[in-house]
T-cell receptor, first 112, second 114 residues
Framework: TQLLEQSPQFLSIQEGENLTVYCNSS?????LQWYRQEPGEGPVLLVT?????EVKKLKRLTFQFGDARKDSSLHITAAQPGDTGLYLC????????????FGSGTKLNVKP | DAGITQSPRHKVTETGTPVTLRCHQT?????MYWYRQDPGHGLRLIHY???????DKGEVSDGYSVSRSKTEDFLLTLESATSSQTSVYFC?????????????FGSGTRLTVV
């Protein structure tokens, strides 16, 4: 059972375009994190959001946590080839020990 | 400058053989995790540790065991490898169990069971 559904699964765009990827769940999470993973490497943390409705910006990346803390989005403005990678969302719960559940990811390819 | 290293990076093994993967950290973090990554499934938690000799099961723990005898080392053992355990295995560390803290991941071990 996949707690977190990410869409789209694949996205191929030209340099300079804007894009949004989504992370949805029927479960409520205490926090939502976004990671980026490059081939042959482990995921790298980009951001953590913890408050419903929270928006965080990291240069050209904008992250939003849904009001009900069940969903999140990642918007990239003016994408660059260096943004290419697999974007993973992870929902954190504190039922018992804190654990993170990962979505299966959105594979982004930005063409020059 | 990697604070977390996994070994080996690649391994091919035969069905039925035992395999041990190692995760080593230099950050002195209390919390360590083993995940596997498979296409279409994302990262799934196998086992985790919240201190020396303190470990617990994750969502896909069948067929795996772990040990943590020192803060810096977390070992994952496949008692008798099966083809369904072909995967990329990631170790992660965290300084806190709070949901505010993210993970630092190693570079992974690609395991193929033939």
């Amino acid at each position: 059972t996949q707690l977190l559904e990410q869409s789209p699964q694949f996205l191929s765009i030209q340099e300079g375009e804007n894009l949004t990827v989504y992370c949805n769940s029927s479960s409520v999470f205490s926090s939502l994190q976004w990671y980026r993973q490059e081939p042959g490497e482990g995921p790298v943390l980009l951001v953590t959001v913890v408050t419903g409705g929270e928006v965080k910006k990291l240069k050209r990346l904008t992250f939003q946590f849904g009001d009900a803390r069940k969903d999140s989005s990642l918007h990239i403005t003016a994408a660059q080839p260096g943004d290419t990678g697999l974007y993973l969302c992870a929902g954190g719960t504190q039922i018992g020990f804190n654990k993170f559940y990962f979505g299966s990811g959105t594979k982004l390819n930005v063409k020059p | 400058d990697a604070g977390i290293t996994q070994s080996p990076r690649h391994k091919v093994t035969e069905t039925g053989t035992p395999v041990t993967l190692r995760c080593h950290q230099t950050e002195n973090h209390r919390y360590m995790y083993w995940y596997r990554q498979d296409p279409g499934h994302g990262l799934r938690l196998i086992h985790y540790s919240y201190g020396v000799k303190d470990t617990d099961k994750g969502e896909v723990s069948d067929g795996y065991s772990v040990s943590r005898s020192k803060t810096e080392d977390f070992l994952l053992t496949l008692e008798s490898a099966t083809s369904s355990q072909t995967s990329v295995y990631f170790c992660a560390i965290s300084e806190s169990s709070s949901f505010n803290y993210g993970y630092t991941f190693g570079s992974g071990t690609r395991l193929t069971v033939v």
